[in-house]
C-alpha cells in the first residue's frame, strides 16, 4: 500500500483557517487521495478526496500538487467542533471496484477558543 | 437511510463467551468492511465483503468469524476472545455511482466498544 506521511499533531484557533499537509511521494497514477476525520468516541467521518485537481466541498477543500506527490487539507474556519484526527489516505484499489482504506497515523488537530 | 448502524454500541465479555456484533446499511452498498482500532491508534482492516462474499481477511485469528448473510447485514462472530481484543470495532460501506466513478466514498458506523474480560 502506498504511504501518507502527516504530522503528528497541529494546531489552530477558532475561525482562522488551518492547512494540514500531507506527503505521498509513491503516489501512483490511479490512487485516489482521500481524507476523513475521527472525532473521539466516533467512527471515521469522510471529509474529502480526489485524484488529481483541486477540490470543495462544505466541508474543506484539497489542495492536490502538480506533481501529485503531497496535498493539503484546508477548513476554512476551524470551530471547536473540527478538533479531530485528520487521516490522509491513498486509495488502494487492489484491482478492485471498491478498494480499501489502510489508515496511517493521521494528524491530531486541536483548535483552541 | 444514509447512516451505517452497529449494535451493541458497547459489550463486555468474557473469555470464554460467545458473542456477535452487527451492522446493518440500507443504502444499497455492495462492499462491506469490519475495521479494528486500538485505544489511541489508527483503525486497522480485518476483513472485507463484495456482493456477500468475503473478498479479503488480513490475516485475522479464527476467533474472530464473519458472515454476511444479505446484502444489508454484516455481521462479526466472537468467540473465546483474549482480553487484548479489547477495542472499538467498526463497520463500514463503500458506495459509488456508476457513472461518475470519481463519485466514491466509505460511510463508518459509530463502532461497538468491546471490552473482553
Known amino acids: 500500500d502506498a504511504k501518507t506521511t502527516q504530522p503528528n499533531s497541529m494546531e489552530s484557533n477558532e475561525e482562522e483557517p488551518v492547512h494540514l499537509p500531507c506527503n505521498h511521494s509513491?503516489?501512483?497514477?490511479?490512487?485516489?487521495i482521500h481524507w476523513y476525520r475521527q472525532l473521539p468516541s466516533q467512527g471515521p467521518e469522510y471529509v474529502i478526496h480526489?485524484?488529481?485537481s483541486n477540490v470543495n466541498n462544505r466541508m474543506a477543500s484539497l489542495a492536490i500538487a502538480e506533481d501529485r506527490k503531497s496535498s493539503t487539507l484546508i477548513l476554512h474556519r476551524a470551530t471547536l467542533r473540527d478538533a479531530a484526527v485528520y487521516y490522509c489516505?491513498?486509495?488502494?484499489?487492489?484491482?478492485?471496484?471498491?478498494?480499501?482504506?489502510?489508515f496511517g497515523q493521521g494528524t491530531i488537530l486541536t483548535v483552541h477558543p | 437511510d444514509t447512516e451505517v448502524t452497529q449494535t451493541p454500541k458497547h459489550l463486555v465479555m468474557g473469555m470464554t463467551n460467545k458473542k456477535s456484533l452487527k451492522c446493518e446499511q440500507h443504502?444499497?452498498?455492495?462492499?462491506m468492511y469490519w475495521y479494528k482500532q486500538k485505544a489511541k491508534k489508527p483503525p486497522e482492516l480485518m476483513f472485507v465483503?463484495?456482493?456477500?462474499?468475503?473478498?479479503i481477511n488480513e490475516s485475522v485469528p479464527s476467533r474472530f468469524s464473519p458472515e454476511c448473510p444479505n446484502s444489508s447485514l454484516l455481521n462479526l462472530h466472537l468467540h473465546a476472545l483474549q482480553p487484548e481484543d479489547s477495542a472499538l470495532y467498526l463497520c463500514?460501506?463503500?458506495?459509488?455511482?456508476?457513472?461518475?466513478?470519481?463519485?466514491?466514498?466509505?460511510?463508518f458506523g459509530s463502532g461497538t466498544r468491546l471490552t473482553v474480560v
Open positions: 489516505i491513498l486509495r488502494d484499489t487492489g484491482g478492485t471496484s471498491y478498494g480499501k482504506l489502510t
Open positions: 509513491t503516489i501512483s497514477g490511479t490512487d485516489y
Open positions: 480526489g485524484l488529481t
Open positions: 443504502m444499497g452498498h455492495r462492499a
Open positions: 465483503y463484495s456482493y456477500e462474499k468475503l473478498s
Open positions: 463500514a460501506s463503500f458506495y459509488t455511482v456508476v457513472r461518475d466513478r470519481g463519485f466514491h466514498g466509505y460511510t
